[in-house]
């Protein structure tokens, strides 16, 4: 069983930068492909970015493309989300994710192609 544990959310000013953690633990961590997620109140979870499990592959949604950055790192067993300009509209629950699955075989779009799922941290972008 894996167990995926968000951290970094918070309160930020519109234009400012916030990182968001994941600890993943329970299976090699290499093995897991990494995403995250996320979600507005009376909304669906909608995707923002996904990183391989070798980190060579990275995806993001188009919204976040050129702000967000996500990365993992192997010694720490844990992936990253950085958020540069942030805008109000991206405030909402995030979610890490983890799936078993390849790069090549898994929308990573699609939140039902992945296994796990943490207990989201809330980011608050303020105008």
């Known amino acids: 069983q894996v167990q995926l544990v968000e951290s970094g959310g918070g309160l930020v000013q519109a234009g400012g930068s916030l990182t968001l953690s994941c600890a993943a633990s329970?299976?090699?961590?290499?093995?897991?492909?990494m995403g995250w997620f996320h979600q507005v109140p009376g909304k669906e979870r909608e995707y923002v970015a996904a990183i391989s499990r070798n980190g060579s592959s990275t995806d993001y949604a188009d919204s976040v493309k050129g702000r967000f950055t996500v990365s993992r790192d192997f010694a720490k067993n844990r992936i990253y989300l950085q958020m540069n300009s942030l805008k109000p509209e991206d405030t909402a629950v995030y979610y890490c994710?983890?799936?078993?699955?390849?790069?090549?075989?898994?929308?990573?779009?699609?939140?039902?192609?992945?296994?796990?799922w943490g207990q989201g941290t809330q980011v608050t972008v303020s105008s």
């Open positions: 329970g299976r090699t961590f290499g093995s897991l492909l």
């Open positions: 994710a983890a799936a078993t699955t390849n790069w090549a075989r898994i929308d990573k779009r699609h939140e039902g192609d992945y296994d796990y």
